[in-house]
């Protein structure tokens, strides 16, 4: 099936077309740095920047793909959850596009579409797969046995998530927003074992698949805080890399055992985390070493993109899922449990 996605959760208006398991065209335009100086995506610019980009975005993504848009099967759309008016807009553009072409609309999950995506890079998911969704919002391990119907939580974070994490201790070092992709730059550059910083949840008595990395960000930033005020210097790189050491050694440790209590030996990372190169090093070496096969997508299909859209498009069409009534709206709040927003069944 040829489908089309897209993509306004939070700060990047993506726009993707995918046919079946293959990736067409991934247009993204990022409002991120319109939103720098206030250190935080602000709600209001992101959804008056998706409105400036959306359609330019979709006519550069059919151009790409060299397609018509009446040649889709179905146009998908991230229904939830994200920042309502950010939502919004993708949500109303996909209805118009949908209804005025005459093609199925799907309303879909922006978490199973993190998890979804990685079809493009390595082929339809295993059954069952287990998945680390590690991103700006959530941090979680999810058993899939079908990624448009079925995905069941074993665990995750009781206050931030990775990606979070990242963010903040980001700014502690004064390294600017997004901190993800600065963190793990400035961490190569230093030493991972020069710092212990505290692994979350990781005692006998804790629940073996939640995590937590509230204590940890606040452990960094007394460490960074005693070190100021002692009139030292801060080494930001050994922070960054022990930091990233600590995240990175649960998350995996933790994701190896899920996969070895529930019988799984296909374990898929995804979400804007899962473009760390530390996380992606370790997992290899972890999973290696316990006989699971490691799935991750590239890094520019880890963070939030039209193309995972397409691709969870793709496979509810190929899948014949219920599409989506012309009256969608969009949930900020959508559970990762539901999927996709089926048109609901009218009974009189
Ligand atoms: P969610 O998917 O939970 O709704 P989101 O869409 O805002 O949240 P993503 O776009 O999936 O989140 O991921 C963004 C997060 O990923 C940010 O917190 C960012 O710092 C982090 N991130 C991006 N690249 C890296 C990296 N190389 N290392 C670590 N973190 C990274
Ligand atoms: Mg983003
Ligand atoms: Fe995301």
Redesign the pocket.
């Given at each position: 099936p040829l489908v089309l996605g897209i993509e306004t959760?939070?700060?990047?208006t993506g726009v993707g077309i995918v046919r079946g398991t293959t990736l067409l065209a991934d247009a993204v335009a990022s409002s991120v740095n319109d939103h720098a100086r206030f250190g935080g995506?602000v709600p209001e610019i992101a959804s008056r920047a998706h409105l400036e980009a959306m359609v330019p975005t979709i006519q550069r993504a059919l151009d790409t793909a060299g397609i018509k848009a009446s040649d889709l099967d179905g146009i998908a759309v991230t229904a939830g959850?994200?920042l309502a008016g950010a939502l919004l807009v993708g949500v109303s553009a996909a209805k118009a596009y949908a209804w005025a072409l005459d093609k199925p609309l799907y309303g879909v999950n922006?978490?199973a579409s993190?998890i979804c995506v990685d079809q493009l890079e390595h082929g339809r998911l295993p059954e069952p797969t287990m998945a680390l969704?590690?991103?700006?919002?959530?941090s979680s391990l999810l058993l899939t046995s079908d990624i448009t119907s079925d995905v069941r939580p074993l665990g995750a974070t009781i206050d931030d998530?990775?990606?979070?994490a990242?963010?903040k201790v980001?700014r502690v070092l004064g390294l600017g927003f997004?901190?993800?992709?600065v963190?793990?730059r400035m961490a190569r550059e230093g030493d991972r074992k020069a710092i212990h910083f505290p692994r979350g949840l990781s005692g006998p008595k804790d629940p073996e698949y939640d995590f937590s990395f509230s204590g940890l960000k606040t452990a960094v930033a007394r460490w960074v805080e005693a070190k100021r005020r002692a009139g030292e210097d801060v080494p930001v790189a050994d922070v960054a890399a022990s930091f990233?050491e600590a995240v990175t050694d649960v998350l995996t440790r933790k994701a190896v055992k899920a996969c070895k209590d529930n019988d799984v030996d296909h374990l898929m990372i995804g979400?804007?985390?899962a473009?760390?190169?530390r996380?992606r090093a370790m997992a290899e070496q972890r999973c290696e070493r316990a006989g699971i096969r490691l799935r991750v997508p590239r890094?520019g299909l880890?963070?939030?993109n039209g193309a995972m859209v397409a691709a969870l498009g793709a496979e509810m069409v190929w899948r014949n899922r219920e599409p989506s009534a012309l009256d969608l709206s969009a949930d900020s709040s959508l559970p990762l449990t539901e999927v996709s927003i089926a048109a609901p069944v009218h009974t009189d």
């Open positions: 959760s939070c700060d990047e995506v959850p994200g922006h978490l993190h969704l590690v991103s700006g919002g959530h998530a990775a990606g979070e990242f963010d980001a997004p901190g993800g992709p963190v793990d990233q979400g804007g985390v473009a760390n190169s996380l890094p880890c963070t939030d």
